[in-house]
């Protein structure tokens, strides 16, 4: 008789912890755990819903090419997190702590095609920095959400005119170096403020439409002045469709200016205010004569080609 009740309390102690596992299953489903979080579905929205959405563009993953989404900062919180401090950001006027999203990560997820494809980083003004695979590899940017634990409303100002917003996105590195040098030139870090919008586009595509044209185009002076080029020049200026349009001075007008007469270009690339009082371009004082004969002979290509 003892032995009867012993063996209904075991099989009443393992319904009661059954249950119990049960309902411990059950919360969790309910209140994903951080790693399930991140690994959920991305949504893409078809329309914005405040200032602080993210637009994306171009190639989406199962999306027609060109398409345009937007991203809330609710999604963007759902891709591991990042958080560095930045010491060495002429952006920011002190050390500055930065959370956010990898761009590697945004790469994987949102891309239609990360294996080829690139990031275009669209600003405010017009400006354009370009993330290929090797730039993002070597310097996880980050597309900062977050400064010093701040949102963008209360960022500071620009560091150059300090009157304006740096917001709704900006990006950073926990710490750039050079990775290569062409001529005298390091590899300058791409760092904008005030980008409003994220292009996943096709880097063969992008960085063709300003390869060197012509029978000269392989010419180890005109490759140099290319990969200056990209990094710099490509940044406000825009060949077609490709390219920054904060300067509104396309690549045929750089291109007939550097043919015409090498001399002034290369005086305006260097400081455009000397020769031009109202100009807006930053000046470029450390293009020494190399990198400016290089830069002129890359130019010269598409003229040369435009005449035949």
């Known amino acids: 008789m003892r032995s009867r009740w012993l063996d209904v309390r075991l099989i009443s102690l393992c319904v009661l912890l059954s249950g119990v596992v049960w309902l411990i299953g ?4 309910g209140s994903p755990t951080p790693a399930a979080q991140y690994g959920r579905p991305l949504v893409l929205h078809e329309t914005r819903e405040t200032p602080l959405d993210l637009e994306v563009a171009g190639d989406l993953i ?21 958080t560095f401090l930045v010491r060495n950001d002429p ?3 002190a050390p500055t702590r930065v959370s956010g999203v990898e761009l590697m990560a945004l790469l994987r997820k949102v891309s239609g095609h990360p294996q080829t494809d690139m990031i275009v980083a669209v600003c405010s003004d ?4 370009n993330y290929r ?7 996880l940017p ?9 949102p963008p409303k209360d960022w500071p100002k620009d560091s150059e005119t300090h009157q304006q917003d740096i917001g709704p996105f900006l990006i950073s590195h926990p710490d750039f170096q050079p990775a290569y040098k062409v001529l005298g030139q390091d590899e300058i870090p791409q760092i904008p403020w005030g980008v409003v919008r994220l292009e996943f586009r096709d880097e063969a595509t992008v960085y063709g439409a300003i390869a060197p044209k012509g029978p000269h185009a392989s010419d180890a002076d005109v490759q140099d002045g290319f990969r200056i080029a990209q990094q710099d020049c490509f940044l406000c200026h825009n060949s077609g469709p490709e390219g920054g349009q904060k300067a509104q001075r ?3 007008v750089l291109a007939s200016r550097a043919a015409a007469s090498p001399d002034h270009f290369a005086a305006y690339v260097r400081d455009p205010r000397a020769e031009n009082p109202s100009a807006q371009m930053p000046g470029n004082p450390r293009f020494d004569d190399a990198t400016m004969h290089a830069l002129t002979a890359y130019f010269r290509t ?6 035949r």
């Open 62 to 82: 199962g999306l027609a090419p060109g398409s345009v989404r937007y991203l809330k900062r609710a999604d963007l919180r759902t891709f591991p997190p990042a």
């Open 126 to 129: 017009g400006y354009h920095a």
């Open 91 to 93: 952006n920011f006027m």
């Open 250 to 252: 396309p690549w045929t």
């Open 302 to 307: 598409f003229a040369e080609a435009a005449k």
């Open 26 to 29: 059950i919360s969790a489903i």
């Open 133 to 139: 695979h090797s730039y993002i590899e070597a310097h």
């Open 142 to 150: 980050l597309l900062a959400l977050l400064l010093d634990n701040k």
